[in-house]
């Protein structure tokens, strides 16, 4: 089991920043890919970024392309969202998952964290 414990979420500007961060917690956090996903009220979980275990395969949504930037600290257990030039569309709960490879879809992750609310307001 690994368990997911995502924090730094909040209510900021348009345009403004955020960092979420990730601890994990339980089986090797080295062992698993992370991503992070998001979920607007009334529409379905949605990919926004994935790094390989070793943080040297990053990937990301193409509506966060150049705004989000993904990585992680193994010796920290810790993986992070750094979150610029935030959108009222970033609005949303976001959440860390963890698989055994790094993957854009939702149901190859095997443990996922509760989320942290995001709110840009305009």
């Known amino acids: 089991q690994v368990q997911l414990v995502e924090s730094g979420g909040g209510l900021v500007q348009e345009g403004g920043s955020l960092r979420l961060s990730c601890a994990a917690s339980?089986?090797?956090?080295?062992?698993?890919?992370m991503g992070w996903f998001r979920q607007a009220p009334g529409k379905e979980r949605e990919f926004v970024a994935a790094?390989?275990?070793?943080?040297?395969?990053?990937y990301y949504a193409d509506s966060v392309k150049g705004r989000i930037t993904i990585s992680r600290d193994n010796a920290k257990n810790t993986v992070y969202l750094q979150m610029n030039s935030l959108k009222p569309e970033d609005t949303a709960v976001y959440y860390c998952a963890a698989a055994f490879s790094t993957s854009q879809v939702a149901p190859e992750y095997d443990y996922w964290g509760q989320g942290t609310q995001v709110t840009v307001s305009s």
């Open positions: 790094i390989s275990w070793r943080g040297g395969n990053r």
């Open positions: 339980g089986r090797t956090f080295s062992n698993y890919a």
